[in-house]
């Protein structure tokens, strides 16, 4: 199990360098450091999970609005919130090889033990533990590290940070929010954007990186509201964005932090886990944050950062329920929730040649493996592949030209005449069009119809040209 797991994660990396997804960054020059690029189909992958986590969550509702701050924000906002004393991950070295270990999760992966936070307890069970690198014993005393990025700025005197979340911006504009629009408690305000955090180790692909990208909202409410209604309404809708990324009820579960190991600002935090191949692990958090931004703000920076009921003039400074979500992590749930290997018998049709030239025909029966990224829709990077049957008959390639023109208008459609259909469709597969036209000579001498394919069920239809806008309309809607 746990093999086919870890199987599972190296097809996953492998698909997404070679249909460009994702890879490593800077790979000419040998990689940085865990960094990754996002390649045209990830990318536009990343921006549908993005655009439709933004529809869900401040376009179809009226009680949450939209913002944009800045990463280079003041140092005092981090002073604030704590992060600039106490953002602080454990971390250890082996003495022998260098290798460096975030110390927490190397006791836990060593002991079982969960000791985070607990300096002493960490270096006492690390005594007389080898090292899962080089087998030898012979530990660093593990000392805390702040994981903000540290820069300068022109201009400002004393040091400056790559915001460590998305959150701060939204507290410090908290005030401005309120004044230039009409919001009413309760209310959120989301905003999208790119964290950094100087994580001691970075891994598992996309899971743990350096730079990220969250989707955050702070949801204010009344301190006298009943908040545990509120937490448990947005569990739900939490989970239900996984599951219209295409993710499997089973595969997601809830994890209550116990009171113990509650943040310094959390009355009560419960992560969405996602069921990686590397075990189960966070993908997003839900926290009640209550007034500690609001408050902490207030008090630092001398202004007045409470909100006033105009019915009955009470005056408060409102509680914060945050629903963080991870960008990223969220792309890599829905690449493993996708991912689907089948055995197929196919058609003459579906497998062009490809399947007799990669040697899987036997006896006249096609015996093949397809992989293909079923994702919802919604999410798909190119929603409709439009090709030519041959690319050397100008006149089929000039009507599938002008149908991939006239589709582009309404949505990610891509134009591929390269190689036989049968590769082109595997090809697709991979990348998780769910559906492919096909133009052929039927088309441009009998009946203006093509074959439209589906890449779920690979069953053909032929449609008339002029009906193809109307029907993906409703097939994608
Ligand atoms: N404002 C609250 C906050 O930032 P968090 O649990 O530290 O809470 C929220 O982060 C989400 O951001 C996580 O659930 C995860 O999806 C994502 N995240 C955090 N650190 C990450 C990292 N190093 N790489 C990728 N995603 C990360």
New binding site residues.
């Given amino acids: 199990m746990k093999n086919e797991q870890n199987d599972l994660m190296e097809k996953i990396v492998s698909l997404c360098k070679r249909r460009g997804f994702v890879w490593p960054a800077c790979e000419i020059y040998g990689g940085f450091s865990a960094a990754y690029s996002y390649g045209p189909y990830g990318a536009q992958l990343k921006k549908n999970i993005k655009d439709l986590w933004w529809k869900k969550f401040v376009e179809e509702r009226e009680d949450i609005v939209g913002l944009d701050g800045p990463i280079l924000l003041h140092p005092k906002l981090w002073e604030a919130s704590g992060h600039t004393a106490g953002f602080n991950d454990a971390m250890v070295d082996c003495k022998e090889c260098k290798k460096r270990f975030r110390a927490d999760h190397l006791v836990k992966e060593l002991t079982g033990q969960d000791l985070e936070g607990d300096l002493a307890a960490m270096n006492d069970a690390l005594a007389g533990q080898k090292c899962p690198e080089c087998g030898k014993s012979s530990w660093t005393e593990a000392k805390m590290v702040n994981m903000m990025f540290k820069t300068e700025m022109n201009g400002f005197d004393g040091p400056v940070y790559l915001r460590?979340?998305?959150?701060?911006a939204i507290f410090v504009d908290f005030k401005n929010v309120c004044d230039s629009t009409r919001v009413k408690i309760p209310f959120g305000i989301a905003q999208i954007g790119k964290?950094f955090?100087n994580?001691i180790v970075?891994r598992n692909f996309?899971?743990?990186?350096?730079?990220?990208?969250?989707m955050?909202i702070e949801y204010l409410f009344d301190p006298e509201a009943r908040w545990e209604e509120l937490f448990d309404k947005w569990l739900v809708r939490q989970e239900e964005f996984y599951y219209a990324l295409g993710v499997q009820k089973e595969n997601l579960r809830r994890f209550e932090h116990p009171k113990e190991k509650l943040?310094h600002y959390s009355k009560k935090?419960v992560?969405?886990e996602y069921n990686f191949p590397f075990g189960w692990s966070?993908?997003?958090?839900l926290?009640n944050?209550t007034d500690f931004d609001l408050s902490t703000h207030a008090k630092l920076s001398g202004q007045d950062l409470s909100w006033t009921d105009s019915a009955t003039g009470r005056k408060f400074i409102p509680h914060v329920i945050?629903p963080?979500?991870?960008?990223?992590?969220?792309l890599l749930a829905a690449l493993l929730a996708a991912y689907t290997e089948e055995k197929i018998n196919n058609s003459p049709l579906e497998r062009g040649d490809s399947a007799a030239e990669s040697g899987c025909v036997k006896n006249g029966v096609t015996e093949e493996v397809r992989i293909v990224m079923k994702f919802p829709a919604k999410i798909a990077p190119v929603k409709i592949a439009i090709f030519p049957l041959l690319k050397n008959k100008p006149a089929l390639v000039e009507k599938a030209k002008n149908i991939f023109d006239e589709l582009k208008k309404d949505f990610t459609c891509e134009f591929d005449d390269n190689g036989n259909v049968g590769k082109r469709y595997r090809r697709q597969d991979e990348i998780g069009t769910p559906y492919c036209v096909t133009v052929d000579f039927d088309t441009i001498e009998k009946d203006d119809t093509v074959t439209v394919r589906d890449r779920d069920t690979m069953e053909q239809q032929r449609i008339k040209v002029s009906e193809l806008p109307k029907y993906f309309s409703e097939k994608l809607k």
Avoid: K, N, Y
């Avoid at 966070?282 to 958090?285: H, K, R, Y």
């Fill in positions: 460590p979340e998305t959150a701060g964290a955090r994580e970075a996309i899971f743990r990186t350096r730079e990220f990208e969250q955050e943040s935090t992560d969405l966070e993908l997003s958090g926290a944050r945050e963080s979500f991870g960008v990223d992590r969220a």
